[in-house]
């Protein structure tokens, strides 16, 4: 296992097409995150699983943006109707229960809407 | 609401030399903070970590030091060398949040010249 892996790792689409970002976490990692990063910011958390559930999204997170975890495996976040506002590196992070490590983090998905 | 701040972009020292990155914080819950380091075109990378019951955590040439009266917190990373060259996240989360939701700073770029 070569840690979280991220795909694509670059998208260009044009607004108001509907992409959808897949992450593979770590095997044993029972939690995976979804964070947004902007130029010039830290990360943003969107969203939260613990297995397949979600446990919390964002305020950030409007109703075009979906996130699944089905089977506690693989995630997929999905944005429907891009917005030129969704452009951004969309990361994924997967830990195990216990703050002391941290996430580990994926390369991220960088979004272009034009 | 930026909870978590990193008021200085980026710093620039010479190798071999001490560098000293500050963070504050709004947020009294807090007790629990993660620095990160991001190369270009990767996600971020678990660093060093501080829980609220210490003042201070080091591990090899980092060291993270946490002043919770003052709600600041630095990392120090001595001797500085030039693959310290990346951006540098604070983060913090309060254990009440046991999932690990994470605030993240804007970042320090940290240049290390020759």
């Known amino acids: 296992d070569t840690g979280v892996s991220q795909d694509p790792r ?24 979804w964070y947004r990063q902007t130029l010039g910011q830290g990360p943003e958390f969107l969203t939260y ?37 969704d452009s951004a590196m969309y990361l994924c992070a997967s830990s195990v229960s216990g703050l002391d490590y941290g996430y580990t983090f994926g390369s991220g998905t960088r979004l272009t809407v034009v | 609401d930026q909870q978590v701040k990193q008021n200085s972009p980026s710093l620039s020292v010479q190798e071999g030399r001490i560098s000293i990155l500050n963070c504050d914080y709004t947020n009294s819950m807090f007790d629990y903070f993660l620095w990160y380091k991001k190369y270009p075109a990767e996600g971020p990378t678990f660093l060093i970590s501080i829980s609220s019951i210490k003042d201070k955590n080091e591990d090899g040439r980092f060291t993270v030091f946490l002043n919770k009266s003052a709600k600041h917190l630095s ?30 700073g804007a970042g320090t770029q940290v240049v290390v010249t020759p």
Request: contains cysteine; glycine residues 6%; proline residues 4%.
């Open chain 1, 49 to 85: 699983f613990q297995n397949e559930a979600q446990l919390e999204k964002s305020r950030l997170l409007s109703d075009r943006f979906s996130a699944e975890r089905p089977k506690g495996s693989f995630s997929t976040l999905e944005i429907q109707r891009t917005e030129q506002g």
């Open chain 2, 75 to 104: 990392l120090h990373i001595v001797p500085s060398q030039p693959g310290d060259s990346a951006v540098y996240f604070c983060a913090a989360s309060a254990m009440d949040d046991s999932w690990g939701k994470f605030q993240f």
């Open chain 1, 10 to 33: 670059h998208k260009i689409t044009k607004r108001g097409q509907n992409v959808t970002f897949r992450c593979d976490p770590i095997s044993e990692h029972n939690r995976l995150y």
